[in-house]
């Protein structure tokens, strides 16, 4: 009798994750990756600025799903088969070791993303799983688990009455045979698993495999960037940071608070990421142009700042009020913002007018910019979007229309807030997929 074949399309994260775990569950099984590029484990050779941000130190999988704008309910489930501190020993046992950085974000000791590839590389070649790069699958066929006595090949099902089957819209397909898929190098491969883990849907394209089998893609739209902005004076203070800064957009229920980074393009910053992150759909129906507003002094009501800038035209009347910056505003931010409220350069607490001083309150609490575009996160290439959540078994990872059809990673429609909580994604299915495959 022949080995079980299984065949994973993508030498990704997900993919080598799967690929090891299904092989190492089924010694005697057939596995192998295959990559449409040259190059294996791409993303994770730049991610995090070449460093590669393996996973993040939240320890609690209910926690841990909160920080996925897509995808939360469903990973809660998988996250308590596997989660970081799995990951963390996973890679313990191989001898890699990890460093936990002061936010929390998990870093291989060495700096280096290199490591992480030679772990995953070398586990790979320890399980026996086969890599074949320059290997793109240019079409998928379900076939019917009936055999040629000739060949011994399964047979395709016969594709006019396949459509429908597999068109999501009607009964699931029951044969479960199996795999035909066609190369692009011209070869016909065949296999009993079949594994998407072809990373995220940046077009529809990329996801042409999974709606070939019957499944449904959420339109693919960017997530984690960064604002454009075309505001002078907020451009001429690239490169300052603010520890705590409220933004939201208006008529939206987008809202967000944490550290801000002032860019020559705009703005970024961790704040930034998350609003764009949970709001990718609104904001790009809103083409990438819409109001935002920002509360630079989150942390004080309105009233206690009316009370600071009071206290400042009593006790220092003599102090120009650009160089009085109320704590914890850096100076150059402090100085654009008095300026962006009409208070001229030269005033002095003691004469500010009442309107004048009213008008500095409402640029601390309420200054309103315009995002007239956007850039990706360079660090991250987050997609949201992908195969359809509701047609995914994730206690298995295997489709609910197609059996014998699997998915792990950034083909789903699941994204997280940075890199470590995407590839923690990337483990888990990838565990829990080659896992099932190997049952």
């Known amino acids: 009798m022949s080995s079980r074949q299984i065949i994973v399309v993508g030498g990704g994260a997900a993919g080598f994750f799967a690929a090891i775990t299904c092989a190492g569950t089924l010694p005697g099984a057939d596995v192998t990756i295959l990559e449409k590029s040259s190059e294996f484990l791409s993303k994770v050779r730049i991610s995090g600025g070449g460093r590669c941000n ?25 996250f308590q088969r596997f ?22 974000r998990i870093f291989p000791f060495s700096n280096s993303s290199q490591t992480i590839i030679d772990c995953l590389v070398g586990a790979v070649e320890a399980a026996g799983v086969k890599l074949r790069a320059n290997c793109g699958v240019e079409r998928a066929t379900a076939v019917a688990a ?10 395709a099902i016969d594709d006019a009455h396949s459509s429908q089957r597999l068109s999501g819209q009607g009964a699931p397909l029951q044969s479960g045979g199996g795999f035909k898929l066609a190369l692009s ?4 491969m065949f296999c009993d698993r079949l594994l998407l ?27 984690l960037f960064t604002f454009h902005l075309e505001t002078p004076w907020l451009q001429e203070l690239a490169g300052v940071s603010v520890e705590s800064v409220e933004v939201s957009v208006p008529d939206t229920e987008l809202r967000e608070r944490g550290a801000l980074l002032v860019t020559h393009t ?13 709001g990718a759909r609104e904001l790009h129906q809103l083409d990438y142009r819409f109001p935002l507003h920002l509360n630079w002094l989150p942390k004080l009501g309105q009233e206690e700042i009316a009370t600071e800038l009071q206290w400042r035209r009593s006790q220092q009347p003599a102090r120009l009020v650009v160089n009085a910056p109320v704590p914890p505003l850096p100076a150059r931010l402090w100085e654009q913002l008095v300026i962006a409220a009409g208070v001229k350069r030269d005033t002095r607490w003691g004469v500010i007018t009442r309107s004048a001083q009213h008008n500095l309150l409402q640029q601390l609490i309420r200054t309103e910019l315009t995002v007239t575009g956007k850039s990706l996160n360079k660090e991250e290439f987050v997609t949201c979007g992908g195969v359809r959540l509701s047609e995914v078994n994730f206690r ?29 994604a990337a483990w888990t299915t990838g ?7 190997a049952a």
Not at 185 to 188: A, D, L, V, W, Y
Not at 198 to 207: I, Q, W
């Open 54 to 78: 393996v996973t993040h130190a939240c320890f609690d999988p209910r926690d841990f799903a909160t920080r996925f704008p897509r995808g939360e309910q469903e990973l809660i489930g998988p």
């Open 83 to 104: 989660q970081a501190r799995d990951t963390v020993a996973w890679f313990k046992s191989r001898g890699l070791k990890l460093n936990t950085e002061c936010d929390g």
């Open 146 to 155: 009936v055999y040629n006595s000739r060949n011994s090949e399964p047979t």
């Open 185 to 188: 190098t011209g070869e016909t």
């Open 197 to 223: 883990a072809t990373g995220g849907c940046r077009t529809a394209e990329a996801g042409q495999l999974a709606v070939s089998l019957g499944h449904t893609l959420e339109p693919p739209v960017p997530s």
């Open 266 to 278: 705009g703005l970024s910053g961790p704040v930034i990421l998350r609003l764009s992150a949970w």
């Open 396 to 424: 298995t990872m295997q489709s609910r229309l197609c059996p014998g059809l699997y998915f792990a990673g950034e083909l789903l429609d699941i994204d997280g807030l940075t890199g470590g909580f995407n590839f923690q």
């Open 431 to 437: 565990w829990i997929a080659g896992n099932a495959m």
